[in-house]
């Protein structure tokens, strides 16, 4: 018999998969400290919790039977995933359960902000009879943004074509074909803030998606623009958004996620005529509640019955003999992809992992978990991307993955070039994992270099003239951003380079755009390995 502790409040209608299994006990005791789990813990098989209980590295030490944990819900913030994944309890959650009740809530603020519903709500109740301040606008022959077209920006897309508006979506991994069967339009951030009656984003919060709606594209968006915002709060810039409204470029805006939650009570949204905001209750119904705890339940009874599972979030097993040769190239193969990703534009269409010397007479394939890890994490969050469903989220991207082995050079030094194939340009990077020194970037493109992936680099791009190093140095000082390190790969004198700046600040977009100002220089990238 199967010991089930579930320590948080979680639906039972949710739970009834388990409690009805003939082989599982389901206990509830909620509201435990972690003492409190530590001294019973040892005797479950599973435990389930919401985000209440914060499952550590010491309750996993006290877990000597422990199979699997799961979290009803998407966040894993609450569980030591590392100390889980060397335990080896397998963690998972239900990515899918809140996808309906997030689009519809998106549908609902949508649908307010066209007709002011709750500022005609609010002056009704108030006892003013008010028809003419309300004037607002059909949804049927306007032309809809969707920024970011995973799961949830399909089905408000979905929703938004059965009221007779046309989608333009905005997706990096997003193929063609793929957005032309959907009946979606792809289209870039600009096309769409010039073009779109209305907005919607459904992207990650990541370092690329902060403020990716900000003063710049206000200035060039569309005069009567209506925003709305359910996915993550600081992707749309809030202060640049209220000065869009009153200056007459947005006319409306409906938030259900801010920068910093709770919103401080001197927020400018409130009280602000022209902005609905909700307190994050994308994911608030008893459907999704419910979904979550249906999902996680079903996985934790195969888990626990040996079966086929899905949704898991840590690393899964291979032998103890493989896993000591490859455990160097890890990290190295996910810094190798994080740092591509940031080199690159266009949407990824192939990846190949190539393995010389001692690595291409063994099975690799345990890699490549970590090169999409760091390609894909950096587009779509590194919350939302782990060495488990990594290779899923790239098939459902239509990602091709290819493995080349040089085998006729197996007396060289192990190393592992990442080639990485966008719609725009293919570029590539090698790297190595030499004992006693650990990971190192070898080259970059063809261009031999050796620098430790870590901490934040300038990958400047540009032709070998004498003096280049001096205006590039110069043009950083003055703009206070430190140069740690420094080093140039060419192939020939007088040709085409490449130099790595390792910087201890971030270099703001104007500083980048002086430094690609400068004649001789072609391309400067920002890369962050951390």
Not at 283 to 303: C, G, K, L, P, R
Request: hydrophobic share 40%; aromatic share 4%; proline share 4%.
């Amino acid at each position: 018999m199967f010991k089930v502790l579930v320590s948080d409040p979680i639906s039972d209608f949710g739970l009834q998969q388990l409690m009805n299994a003939d082989d599982v006990e389901v206990i509830k005791q909620t509201g435990l400290s972690e003492d409190e789990l530590v001294s019973i813990i040892g005797d479950f098989d599973a435990l389930l919790v919401r985000s209440q209980t914060k499952v550590t590295e010491r309750i996993m030490e006290a877990a000597v039977k422990l199979k699997v944990i799961g979290r009803a819900g998407v966040g894993v913030d609450n569980i030591d995933l590392n100390a889980a994944t060397n335990q080896g309890i397998v963690v998972i959650n239900a990515p899918d359960g809140n996808t309906i009740t997030t689009c519809e809530h998106t549908f609902a603020m949508m649908m307010s902000l066209a007709r002011h519903i709750p500022q005609a709500y609010a002056k009704t109740i108030d006892g003013e009879w008010d028809r003419k301040s309300f004037i607002g606008v059909e949804l049927r022959n306007k032309t809809l943004g969707v920024f970011g077209l995973g799961r949830i920006g399909i089905e408000v897309a979905k929703r938004a074509m059965a009221f007779g508006m046309t989608i333009l979506g905005y997706d990096p991994f997003m193929s063609e074909e793929r957005a032309k069967q959907l009946g979606i339009k792809l289209a870039s951030r600009d096309e769409i803030v010039r073009t779109a009656d209305f907005m919607t984003v459904h992207t990650p919060l990541t370092s690329e998606t902060h403020h990716m709606i900000s003063k710049p594209q206000f200035e060039m968006m569309k005069p009567g623009m209506r925003i709305v915002n359910c996915a993550r709060g600081g992707i749309i810039d809030e202060m640049a958004l209220i000065e869009a409204i009153d200056e007459g470029i947005v006319a409306g805006a409906a938030f259900d996620v801010f920068e910093n939650e709770p919103p401080a009570s001197d927020h400018p949204f409130f009280g602000h005529p022209k902005i609905i905001v909700t307190p994050h209750l994308g994911a608030s119904t008893m459907e999704a509640q419910e979904n979550v705890a249906i999902d996680v339940s079903e996985q934790v009874i195969h888990i626990l019955r040996n079966e086929p599972f899905k949704n898991a979030v840590n690393m899964p097993s291979i032998s103890p003999e493989l896993l000591n040769k490859l455990q160097p190239y890890f990290k190295l193969c996910e810094h190798l992809g994080k740092s591509l990703a940031q080199m690159t534009d266009g949407a990824v269409r192939q990846i190949t992992i190539e393995c010389e010397g001692e690595l291409a007479d063994l099975d690799t394939s345990p890699l490549s978990p970590y090169v999409l890890k760091g390609i894909l994490s950096h587009h779509l969050g590194a919350e939302q991307v782990n060495i488990v469903n990594a290779i899923h989220l790239a098939k459902q991207r239509d990602i091709q993955l290819v493995f080349q082995k040089s085998l006729f050079n197996q007396n060289a030094s192990s190393k592992i070039t990442i080639r990485l194939k966008t719609t725009e340009e293919e570029r590539w990077v090698t790297g190595s994992a030499v004992s006693g020194i650990g990971e190192r970037l070898i080259k970059v493109g063809p261009y031999p270099v050796d620098i430790e992936p870590k901490g934040l680099i300038l990958l400047i791009s540009h032709t070998d003239k004498p003096g280049l190093i001096g205006r590039v140095g110069t043009t950083l000082g003055v703009n206070d951003v430190n140069i740690a390190s420094m080093q140039v790969g060419r192939q020939e004198i007088g040709g085409s380079a490449v130099m790595i700046l390792e910087v201890d600040n971030k270099a703001s977009k104007t500083v980048v755009e002086e430094l690609e100002a400068i004649p001789e220089i072609t391309r400067v990238r920002e890369v962050n390995f951390d």
